[in-house]
């Protein structure tokens, strides 16, 4: 094709309104250079061509646990962190809206100041994050409070542990930091449903809340006319499990009062949509299988299992055995080249990140690896690879979430990582997404019904990748 290599001359040409075109000393019928430039870009197209989502085998989602993006990645170059929050929303406030002169102080330790300035802080100089920190409150009607309509202003007021919702770790030091600046680090990614970890392992599968009809008394939340709360609950008065509450099946705390055992629930799963087309996944869970067979962890954590609370996947059901599954085997499956085509992986309480039972390095120590074993094995060449975080754990962020649903969320901002030989590379993504698009891009990828309205108009993804 000698010079007409370059693409531009070739454009320029195609332009003309004239028959024939002068290219050097030659005069060429313009239809033959239409045809040329349309053949070297069918060329290009077919040497380099653009992987479109059906290229991905298999996409594994690693849920980690309690800490909102300013918590963890608020000094991340590029991202919409803590130099770009406005003094209005970093300023906490008491029950009467007036600033604090200092925060709250901290209880659980004696490891920080008591005259903290009202502003947002350092964790890491008063512990280190390799260490445990006590945890801060996290509930459904709690962190609504705590946003206070847009607010990010009474993060600290509504705290067990006051002040430290305001903390942050340096984002320099995180395990998690060369995945992220190497792959696609989203700062616009919301967890779906307020407040904590129950609620949010659901609606990461169903796009829903789970109901108790007839709940214990003991277990209903109180609230006055306005709707706020007068006595806090697992159970909303409407009938909602919207707080730490466990299964009727197994496992379950051994101490759990049966009455206050959920009982199985029946809307439709992300795993009934993938069973339903005969696509494999599996959830794989850190202590599984000694949580099952009674000898729990200290540190496994029987309300981060979403699926054992429905009636598909109930005690001795096929479903249970075939999809229901410990860690161990799903580092196997990465490392032999055998994942399903969906995996959701729950680290053990010691290794997800929760303040109380965890420290950040340790979790995303034990997630990298997670990471290395998918990227490494057979299967890493057409893998994408989800990491966020449940909730966030009642760690102040300085972005109001977007109001999509009143009563249920999206909550507070989380990170979210997109690690694949498809995603952009070195990127940061704006763009608004939730919990459940994760829903919305595994149903995509295999053509899925939604399962709600609400993953049905989530945002899929699909700018954080090269599609």
């Known amino acids: 094709m000698g010079n007409l290599t370059n693409l531009k001359p070739v454009i320029s040409i195609m332009k003309s309104n004239s028959r024939y075109l002068k290219i050097g000393a030659l005069l060429v019928p313009a239809i033959g250079i239409v045809a040329i430039s349309a053949a070297f870009i069918s060329c290009k197209n077919k040497n380099n061509p653009t992987p479109a989502i059906d290229k991905v085998g298999h996409v594994v989602v690693i849920y980690l646990e309690n800490h909102s993006f300013d918590n963890l990645y608020g000094q991340f170059s590029g991202a919409n962190g803590l130099s770009a929050a406005a003094t209005a929303n970093v300023t906490q406030v008491d029950a009467n809206g007036n600033a604090y002169t200092y925060l709250p102080p901290i209880s659980g330790t004696s490891a920080f100041p008591t005259n903290l300035p009202n502003t947002y802080f350092n964790i890491d100089q008063y512990i280190p994050s390799d260490q445990e920190t006590p945890d801060v409150l996290h509930r459904y009607y709690q962190e609504q409070m705590q946003i206070d309509g847009g607010k990010m202003d009474k993060f600290a007021l509504y705290n067990t542990t006051a002040g430290l919702a305001m903390g942050y770790y340096k984002t320099s030091l995180l395990p998690l930091l060369g995945m992220a600046q190497k792959y696609t680090l989203c700062d616009n990614f919301f967890h779906s449903a307020f407040g904590g970890s129950f609620l949010n392992h659901q609606w990461l599968i169903a796009a829903a809340s789970p109901v108790f009809p007839n709940a214990p008394a003991s277990m209903v939340a109180k609230l006055d006319g306005s709707g706020n709360v007068i006595t806090d609950g697992a159970v909303t008065p409407d009938g909602y499990v919207v707080n730490t509450s466990y299964t009727v099946n197994a496992p379950h705390p051994a101490s759990a009062s049966a009455a206050t055992l959920v009982p199985n629930q029946t809307m439709p799963t992300i795993g009934d949509r993938l069973s339903d087309k005969n696509i494999s996944w599996a959830w794989y869970s850190g202590g599984w299988d000694n949580a099952l067979a009674g000898k729990p962890d200290a540190t496994f954590q029987f309300h981060h299992q979403p699926f ?69 094995g057979p299967n890493g060449k057409d893998a994408v690879i989800i990491i966020t975080y449940d909730e966030n754990g009642g760690f102040w962020d300085h972005v109001a979430p977007p109001v999509i649903d009143k009563k249920w969320g999206p909550g507070t901002r989380v990170p979210a990582l997109i690690i694949s030989p498809f995603a952009k590379k070195g990127y940061v993504d704006h763009t608004q997404y939730e919990t459940i698009s ?7 990828r295999w053509s899925l019904q939604p399962l709600t309205d609400r993953d049905k108009n989530a945002n899929p993804m699909l700018n954080a990748f090269e599609f």
Do not use: M, R
């Open 308 to 376: 054992a609370y429905f009636a598909k996947y109930a005690d001795g059901t096929q479903a249970k055995k075939d999809h229901l599954k410990d860690e161990t085997a799903f580092i196997d499956a990465a490392k032999n080249g055998t994942l399903p085509s969906v995996s959701f992986v729950k680290p053990l309480g010691i290794n997800n990140e929760h303040p109380g039972y965890s420290d950040v390095q340790n979790g995303e120590s034990h997630t990298v690896e997670l990471i290395n074993d998918v990227l490494n």
């Open 438 to 444: 994760i829903l919305s891009f595994i149903e995509k």
